[in-house]
């Protein structure tokens, strides 16, 4: 047998990030869980203080600065004018930074040679740059921008065995979750975006009357603490016999 199970935070959830979910019946003989839709936000800030919001670059006589760009969610325009601002603030030349609608990539060019570095907490991934070989007066990323530098979530549900076959990750009770759409924004995914996810219990089946649910960011060891409501539509299979 097959039955869907919509799994929600509600108001009344201090933390959704982390929350256990009663089923309000038992499944016995669970064989499998597939993930079906999922709607959660992406609360991920294009740049977070301690994480990418640094940007090193070496000056035409070869000393390197470092500037700090502020934590906040950012469009292309908006980081531009904030990295452009801060960059013309040093006085090692007149910077300016275009963006281009064709490739999505940055040019960054100034009056006097510069060479763009890398360092901890850089933004470079986000940027789309890497490290110059030689100082220029202009630099074309190698890559487009990436305003959303965090590109999946992990869904895991913590109390079910890891004696699982999990297609395309790794062994354990956990989800993929894709997050496409820019930081602050809400993320819709529905069967072609999670096609293939499925928890298959390929020796014991399992009881099931609860789940401990949690939300894991891909880029650090941390909780995705996130505040606001999110769901996710599940398909569970099992025998009541």
């Known amino acids: ?34 993930l079906l ?23 035409s006589f070869g000393v390197l600065h470092t500037i700090v760009l502020t934590q906040g969610y950012y469009n292309v325009d908006e980081l531009i004018t904030e990295i ?13 930074i275009s963006y281009s609608l064709k490739v ?25 740059v890497t490290n110059m070989v030689a100082s220029a007066l202009t630099y074309e990323a190698f890559n487009c921008v990436r305003l959303n530098s965090n590109r999946f979530i992990l869904l895991n549900f913590d109390n079910i065995p890891k004696r699982v076959n999990i297609p395309n990750i790794r062994t354990s009770a956990s989800f993929i979750l894709p997050l496409y759409i820019d930081g602050g924004n809400l993320n819709f995914l529905g069967p072609r975006d999670l096609e293939g996810q499925e928890l298959i219990f390929v020796q ?12 894991w960011r891909n880029d650090s060891n941390d909780y995705y603490k996130i505040d606001s409501d999110w769901s996710v539509l599940i398909q569970v299979e099992y025998s009541d016999y």
Do not use: P
């Not at 097959?2 to 959704?16: P, Y």
């Not at 014991?204 to 939300?215: A, C, M, Q, T």
């Open 1 to 34: 047998m097959r039955e869907n199970i919509l799994i929600q935070t509600s108001e009344s959830d201090d933390i959704k990030y982390k929350l256990r979910v009663n089923l309000g019946r038992s499944y016995r003989n669970v064989k499998s869980i597939k």
């Open 37 to 59: 839709n999922c709607c959660v936000a992406n609360t991920n800030l294009t740049v977070e203080q301690n994480l990418n919001d640094r940007f090193y670059i070496y000056d």
């Open 84 to 96: 452009s601002t801060k960059l013309n603030a040093l006085n090692i030349g007149v910077f300016t």
């Open 104 to 128: 999505f990539k940055l040019t960054i060019t100034s009056t006097l040679a510069f060479k763009i570095s890398s360092g901890l907490y850089d933004c470079n991934y986000t940027l789309g």
């Open 204 to 215: 014991d089946s399992i009881d099931l009357n609860y789940l401990e649910v949690s939300l």
